[in-house]
């Protein structure tokens, strides 16, 4: 059975789930803690509430994915600790993302000067994507639609505004390329 909300079609047991996972499954210890009960409730919801959820993947405590009905994720990744990230992401395989990282979906317009900007909405959405084998440390922010290249390295604390080619390691803010890996 379909049950639609916002024009977006849930089914009872992604609604479930999602029930237990911000009630519950979300609060519950890190994922190495108490026999690894915690990391094992969450994915065993985000299974059930993802499009796509891959092998050995790790959700971690506190982590935020809007309704999590588009999102994919492959095998051997992870959403951080507190991470927040939008419902319709697609992370790649073996990707690591540390604690705190947030990825916008879209900015608040500001355009015109006639009216206040908190009064002008939002900016259309953008998907981002994380290919295979990236990693992105602690406490980085994406803006909107970004696409991290495979093999890519993100610093902590950067400020991710532009895309980089494959195999880069990028930092600060506003980000930039440090080096390449190859």
């Known amino acids: 059975m379909q049950i639609v909300i916002k024009n977006k ?37 985000c299974k059930r509430i993802f499009k796509y959820c891959g092998e050995n993947v790790n959700i971690e405590k506190g982590a935020v994915f809007g309704r999590g009905t588009d999102i994919e994720i492959g095998d051997n990744s992870g959403i951080g600790i507190n991470a927040v990230i939008p419902s319709d992401i697609k992370i790649g395989a073996n990707v690591m993302m540390g604690p705190n990282c947030y990825i916008l979906v879209s900015n608040h317009s500001f355009d015109r000067v006639d009216i206040p900007m908190c009064q002008q909405g939002f900016s259309e959405r953008k ?10 440390g602690r406490n980085v922010t994406m803006t909107p639609g970004r ?15 532009k895309d980089f080619p494959e195999y880069s390691i990028i930092g600060g803010n506003p980000s930039k390329l440090i080096r390449s890996r190859k």
Not at 20 to 26: A, F, I, N, S
Not at 127 to 136: C, G, H, R
Not at 147 to 161: E, M, N, P, R, Y
């Open 9 to 45: 079609k849930f089914s009872l047991i992604q609604i479930l789930f999602l029930c237990l996972y911000y009630g519950v499954g979300r609060y519950m210890p890190v994922s190495q803690r108490f026999l690894g009960l915690g990391g094992a409730f969450r994915l065993f919801c």
């Open 127 to 136: 998907k981002t994507v994380i290919e295979d084998d990236v990693w992105i």
């Open 147 to 161: 696409t991290i290249k495979k093999g890519s390295i993100v610093g902590a604390c950067c400020v991710l505004t």
